[in-house]
């Protein structure tokens, strides 16, 4: 059965900073990865997918994310942030032919000033 | 406009009162699905439907129960509530092909306080 694994809780960075949210998964067979955001009270919105093709993907707000298919990850990266960032981001994955996603615990990000 | 509608979006009861909270979706999805989030956690899926009359467990069913009657609405009901099931639990709906890929639509959540 496919799980994933947030690496970082909690990650704080300042305005205009770069960052990482990390994220590994595992799985048996082929899979699907997907990062999703939360805004504070809001429900969840699709951030970037992964299905096949060029390992690198790029999403909304400027957000992109990295398949390694050797070291199993798939960390969500963005070079400059803006506090409007601000929110609980979710790596997903799904095995191909199944009709299901697993979640990771999440990472809230915080953009200070 | 294309939405997952939940309610109530905050409750609180005491133990072993019934509840039920509602979701209903306008997009004519197939599969609908209630997650639990908690601190830590992630999302856990508790329960799934394919379609009408189709529904199945998911990683954490118990103490709730699922209907299907109609493809656009599939609400949570839980029977008895107790305080473990503080929680902020979501609905969403995907196309049946979406599921795999992602395409999921989520509602704003329901936050359910059981004394």
């Known amino acids: 059965a496919q799980s994933v694994t947030q690496l970082d809780s909690q990650v704080p960075v300042f305005e205009e900073a770069p960052v990482e949210l990390r994220c590994n998964y595992s799985s048996s067979v082929s899979v699907y990865l997907f990062w999703y955001v939360q805004y504070p009270n809001q429900g969840l919105q699709l951030l970037l997918k992964?299905?096949?093709?060029?390992?690198l993907v790029k999403g909304i707000n400027g957000f992109e994310a990295e398949f390694n298919k050797s070291q199993t990850s798939f960390h969500l990266r963005k070079p400059s942030v803006h506090i409007s960032d601000t929110a609980e981001y979710f790596c997903?994955?799904?095995?191909?032919?199944?009709?299901?996603?697993?979640f990771g615990q999440g990472t809230r990000l915080t953009i200070n000033p | 406009e294309a939405q997952v509608t939940q309610n109530p979006r905050y409750l609180i009861t005491v133990t072993g009162k019934k509840l039920t909270v509602t979701c209903s979706q306008n997009?004519?999805?197939?599969?609908m699905s209630w997650y639990r989030q908690d601190p830590g956690l992630g999302l856990r899926q508790i329960y799934y439907s394919m379609n009408v009359e189709v529904t199945d467990k998911g990683d954490v069913p118990e103490g709730y129960k699922v209907s299907r009657k109609e493809k656009r609405n599939f609400p949570l009901i839980l029977e008895s509530p107790s305080p473990n099931q503080t929680s902020l639990y979501f609905c969403?709906?995907?196309?049946?092909?979406?599921?795999?890929?992602?395409?999921?639509?989520f509602g704003e959540g329901s936050r359910l306080t059981v004394l």
């Open positions: 969403a709906s995907s196309p049946l092909a979406g599921v795999n890929t992602g395409e999921l639509f």
């Open positions: 997903a994955v799904s095995e191909q032919g199944a009709q299901k996603l697993v």
């Open positions: 997009m004519n999805h197939e599969y």
């Open positions: 992964y299905l096949s093709g060029s390992t």
